[in-house]
């Protein structure tokens, strides 16, 4: 059976140098830090297998994070092409690197719909992620 090939994941120079800051970064959570950092090694081309040995993660998780940022990667080159600041560059990344499926799957209210609009009122497909 053959060897199921990882999503690709493209970086760009900004995303690079944003992702480096959050993952170095002392006061950011643990677990955001690890998936900058799986970010920036899968953006390398390193393996699924060869990410999960080195940030000490499942496989799994791996797969799932990188699947998660390329199908972010629309919705990141929109923002940059927008002209948005790097602070709210920033704010996205850290959002598709936070955990989406527990906002998915509560029940969203039209005030937090709002904010997100408001944030990003030009992302409709990271809108769409999270709705």
């Not at 970010?39 to 496989?59: F, Q, Y």
């Not at 799957?105 to 609009?117: F, P, V, W």
Request: aromatic residues 4%; contains cysteine.
């Amino acid at each position: 059976m053959p060897t199921p090939k990882a999503k690709v994941c493209t970086v760009s120079d900004r995303q690079h140098q944003l992702l480096e800051q959050i993952s170095r970064k002392a006061t950011n959570p643990h677990r955001l830090v690890e998936r900058a950092k799986l970010v920036l090694l899968a953006a390398d081309g390193i393996n699924n297998t060869e990410i999960s040995n080195r940030l000490e993660m499942n496989r799994n998780q791996v797969r799932m994070w990188r699947a998660r940022w390329a199908d972010a990667s629309a919705t990141l080159a929109e923002a940059e092409t927008s002209a948005t600041s790097d602070k709210k560059l920033i704010q996205l990344i850290v959002d598709i690197l936070r955990e989406f499926h527990k906002i998915k799957s509560a029940k969203l209210t039209e005030h937090y719909r709002g904010c997100l609009q408001t944030i990003y009122p030009s992302c409709t497909d990271f809108l769409a992620l999270c709705l």
